[in-house]
T-cell receptor, first 114, second 113 residues
């Protein structure tokens, strides 16, 4: 089946620094990938749609300058949390699909900003 | 946009009993309804999905039913086991497409041995 790999699984960074999270489709090409954010005991909230070769589409209320998305190839999308602050601490998850349906999620990245 | 509501938020069942989780959606054009299982500290895992051209789909102990008229779909787990304990999310795409998913609020299922 389709596999999506996400790294790192956990990261701790200092306030003011930037953190990059990678999302890779291992056995299929994905022109579109999605980034979600999940707070403790809450549901997944779509942050943005990553489009290969073009700009990402951000959901309302998500700061594009804070959460930089790059989708430079058909198998890799990256999310960079810039100038991170403690309120950015969260669980970030990416997803992609080899077709129209059946989205597969990465294993998630637990970001802690201290 | 799509509005997905999920009930109950928590559910405890005895091992061997059945569990049912229900979701309603608002967009009548939605045509794809997946269910995900999420274990602590991990990403969601697709366990079953259904498209709008069928009313029921079954995979061993897991089944999903869809009522398009009422705009609701349900997850049924039979013969529950302790390893079924997790958080389950339903989802639906907006405007009939599958470009992204709107998730329900989740159901924490606990199977008591």
């Amino acid at each position: 089946g389709a596999v999506v790999s996400q790294h790192p699984s956990r990261v701790i960074c200092k306030s003011g620094t930037s953190v990059k999270i990678e999302c890779r489709s291992l056995d299929f090409q994905a022109t579109t990938m999605f980034w979600y954010r999940q707070f403790p005991k809450k549901s997944l909230m779509l942050m943005a749609t990553s489009n290969e070769g073009s700009k990402a589409t951000y959901e309302q209320g998500v700061e594009k300058d804070k959460f930089l998305i790059n989708h430079a190839s058909l198998t890799l999308s990256t999310l960079t949390v810039t100038s991170a602050h403690p309120e950015d601490s969260s669980f970030y998850i990416c997803s992609a699909s080899p077709g129209t349906y059946g989205y597969t999620f990465g294993s998630g990245t637990r970001l802690t900003v201290v | 946009g799509e509005n997905v509501e999920q009930h109950p938020s928590t559910l405890s069942v005895q091992e061997g009993d059945s569990a049912v989780i229900k979701c309603t959606y608002s967009d009548s054009a939605s045509n794809y309804f997946p269910w995900y299982k999420q274990e602590l500290g991990k990403g969601p895992q697709l366990i079953i999905d259904i498209r709008s051209n069928v009313g029921e789909k079954k995979d061993q102990r897991i089944a999903v039913t869809l009522n398009k008229t009422a705009k609701h779909f349900s997850l049924h787990i039979t013969e529950t086991q302790p390893e079924d304990s997790a958080v389950y999310f339903c989802a639906a795409p907006p405007r009939g497409g599958a470009n992204n998913l709107f998730f329900g609020t989740g159901t924490r299922l606990t199977v008591i041995p």
